[in-house]
């Protein structure tokens, strides 16, 4: 099955650090998400992305469409320990449900 | 509270005992979908269903079965679990045409 590779795959980070997280794919994608997952919890829709070259954020999140509709970037600035999870990109094929994951990114936040 | 339930959270079986993981959502969802997460493999599709009696096979569906006879539950079978399949499972709804799926709080699944 299809799968998006995802990089880096673990982060350990201090406190008040940015962290960067990209999410690339041999398809093209016409909706790209991430998701983020807590411990012992299902994944949590973070930021929805529908234009290629567009930038949306959400708090201290901030996540691009790649122009080329194939890849993504998360990037969290000043992270905090509540950051600490599992952080997911997915990307969507144009008119269907499926949703495509990627391989995941752990964080570790340290005070 | 608009939430996606599955029972149960932890299960332990041995190897070839059939088993189902229950699904259900209160959201009056179309699409429901089956997923289980392995350590850097990320959530690979299991099954999927775009409405009552209407599924669909995903990435990784050997060794599975669903059903959905209703809108709002979307069990997943293991006729005969083998090791290989000891993971966790995570159930997932969303409105037709709606990026946004919800996914419920996971299976723990270990097969012996």
């Known amino acids: 099955g299809q799968q998006l590779n995802q990089s880096p795959q673990s982060m350990f980070i201090q406190e008040g650090e940015d962290v960067s997280m990209n999410c690339t794919s041999s398809?093209?994608?016409?909706?790209w998400l991430w998701y983020k997952q807590d411990p012992g919890e299902g994944p949590v829709l973070l930021i929805a992305l529908y234009k290629a070259g567009e930038l949306t954020s959400n708090g201290r999140l901030t996540a691009q469409f790649g122009i080329t509709r194939k890849d993504s970037f998360l990037n969290i600035s000043a992270s905090i320990p509540s950051d600490v999870g599992i952080y997911f990109c997915a990307g969507q094929l144009y008119s269907t449900d499926k949703l495509i994951f990627g391989t995941g990114t752990r964080l570790q936040v340290f005070p | 509270e608009a939430q996606v339930t599955q029972n149960p959270r932890y299960l332990i079986t041995v190897t070839g005992k059939k088993l189902t993981v229950t699904c259900s959502q209160n959201?009056?969802?179309?699409?429901m979908s089956w997923y289980r997460q392995d350590p850097g493999l990320g959530l690979r599709q299991i099954y999927y269903?775009?409405?009552?009696?209407?599924?669909d096979k995903g990435d990784v569906p050997e060794g599975y079965k669903v059903s959905r006879k209703e809108k709002r539950n979307f069990p997943l079978i293991l006729e005969s679990p083998s090791p290989n399949q000891t993971s966790l499972y995570f159930c997932?709804?969303?409105?037709?045409?709606?990026?946004?799926?919800?996914f419920g709080p996971g299976t723990r699944l270990t097969v012996l």
């Open positions: 997932a709804s969303s409105s037709r045409g709606s990026d946004t799926q919800y």
């Open positions: 398809s093209i994608f016409n909706t």
């Open positions: 959201m009056n969802h179309e699409y």
């Open positions: 269903s775009m409405n009552v009696e209407v599924t």
